[in-house]
């Protein structure tokens, strides 16, 4: 694994540095960006003390693309988008939230990072098990559920093999840096364009690798976890 890349690298070396770098690590894994097959495969709501809350149960995280780009040094991430719909598909709460995933390359660690907490963890194989069940994430306070109602949770989940912030900088690195005339920039920028969306993908959320709908339930049939 090599060293990271990742937040510091910019403060002490050039932006197009940084920037070239987080494309020559991204480059393999760009091209078969499509090849994996990430899905939700089941849906758990749970009632916690106070919330309504759901874990997400996935499969093939971390798929090709984030492998290579944590292989490198650099952090991967995933956006899940969690929506609480009644029996007329009305959404009653929701909650979008970010999982990042960083490697460090001197202890041949993982740190996952979550709104349910965070775990480190030794190895792709054991990544790959804190991967494969998200949460649980709340939905929506436990007093403003429908009590014996039907419901539903729709999930979304969009796989980042470059987590934003990092992507972000690459980006703004070349905008930013490609020359002092204004026309020039603007130039090479444009001409970059097309570059930096093939290896550094789209804006969070602007894509989903899975979608998946929970069957029915009501607040009566919920498990209770304290």
């Known amino acids: 694994m090599a060293p990271r890349q990742g937040s510091g690298s910019s403060r002490h070396g050039h932006p197009i540095t940084l920037a070239l770098a987080l494309l020559l690590a991204l480059a393999p894994g760009a091209a078969r960006a499509g090849s994996a ?21 996935t499969r093939g995280l971390p798929d090709g693309p984030m492998r290579e780009t944590l292989a490198s040094g ?16 009305h959404e009653r709460g929701g909650t979008t939230a970010e999982v990042r ?17 965070g775990v480190r963890v030794a190895s792709l194989e054991a990544l790959a098990e804190s991967l494969h069940r998200l949460g649980p994430l709340a939905l929506a306070p436990w007093a403003r559920v429908p009590a014996r109602a ?11 093999a470059l987590a934003p912030a990092e ?6 690195a070349f905008v930013g840096d490609v020359g002092s005339n204004g026309a020039e920039r603007r130039e090479v920028s444009a001409g970059l364009g097309p570059l930096l969306r093939f290896f550094l993908g789209r804006a969070p959320a602007s894509d989903w ?14 498990e209770h976890r304290p």
């Open 37 to 57: 097959a990430v899905r939700i495969a089941a849906l758990e709501p749970v009632r916690t003390d106070s919330v309504l809350a759901c874990v997400v149960v």
């Open 74 to 89: 650099l952090p991967s991430s995933l956006t899940l988008s969690l929506v609480l719909l009644d029996e007329r598909g």
């Open 101 to 117: 995933i960083e490697p460090d390359p001197w202890e041949r660690t993982f740190l996952v990072r979550s709104p349910a907490g």
């Open 150 to 160: 039907p419901l539903r949770v729709r999930a979304r989940l969009a796989v980042h």
């Open 167 to 172: 992507a972000d900088r690459a980006r703004a």
């Open 209 to 222: 690798n899975a979608d998946a709908t929970s069957p029915s339930f009501t607040s009566a049939t919920l």
